[in-house]
T-cell receptor, first 114, second 110 residues
Framework: DAGVTQSPTHLIKTRGQQVTLRCSPK?????VSWYQQALGQGPQFIFQ???????QRGNFPDRFSGHQFPNYSSELNVNALLLGDSALYLC?????????????FGDGTRLSIL | GQQLNQSPQSMFIQEGEDVSMNCTSS?????WLWYKQEPGEGPVLLIA?????ELTSNGRLTAQFGITRKDSFLNISASIPSDVGIYFC??????????FGTGTSLTVIP
């Protein structure tokens, strides 16, 4: 039973560039949430997708956008990268029909901005 | 935004000792989750709590959902070196947006 998988593992970009991160949810899950985790801090909620639409959003600018595909996989896009966007980006999946059910996390994508 | 405060911020203990940590929020939570994160990995779910006063165990780990619904506690008995990591509390006060605590870093000295 495959867990949550994310790609790439590491990525280096420069300021002003754009980046796309990818996530495949755990088998049987239909909801994907994205988090940003800065060094030494807890994960911060970016947004959540189910039924291919953004359903909830945290306090992040619209430079952060996403997409969910019919197979439930998801992408996180960040435009006009800033140095402060350097972080571990985590994807978590869950089942929408089970409110408050725990989210299962991937191992993240480490994004470094130079 | 929602603030979840965890204490202590870090702990250095001898192998075999028991560990206690807690998490408090400014809002009422209907679910409390405890995760452990090791370097280079994503958080792994340890225990989920769904009812005020609930006490749930997972091996040497025991967690409690505070009666006020604004706090939760995690205990680890007889710590071992592989318990090393950062422990996070988390929960959704409303909707499906999960908030994470500030984390408790645990170091176990053999």
């Amino acid at each position: 039973d495959a867990g949550v998988t994310q790609s790439p593992t590491h990525l280096i970009k420069t300021r002003g560039q754009q980046v796309t991160l990818r996530c495949s949810p755990k088998s049987g899950h239909d909801t994907v949430s994205w988090y940003q985790q800065a060094l030494g801090q807890g994960p911060q909620f970016i947004f959540q997708y189910y039924e291919e639409e953004e359903r909830q959003r945290g306090n992040f600018p619209d430079r952060f956008s996403g997409h969910q595909f019919p197979n439930y996989s998801s992408e996180l896009n960040v435009n006009a990268l800033l140095l402060g966007d350097s972080a571990l980006y985590l994807c978590a999946s869950s089942l929408r029909g089970a409110p408050n059910q725990p989210q299962h996390f991937g191992d993240g994508t480490r994004l470094s901005i130079l | 935004g929602q603030q979840l405060n965890q204490s202590p911020q870090s702990m250095f203990i001898q192998e075999g000792e028991d560990v206690s940590m807690n998490c408090t929020s400014s809002s009422i939570f209907n679910t409390w989750l405890w995760y452990k994160q090791e370097p280079g990995e994503g958080p792994v779910l340890l225990i989920a709590l769904y009812k005020a006063g609930e006490l749930t165990s997972n091996g040497r780990l025991t967690a409690q959902f505070g009666i006020t619904r604004k706090d939760s506690f995690l205990n680890i008995s007889a710590s071992i070196p592989s318990d090393v990591g950062i422990y996070f509390c988390a929960g959704p006060p409303t909707g499906n947006q999960f908030y994470f605590g500030t984390g408790t870093s645990l170091t176990v000295i053999p």
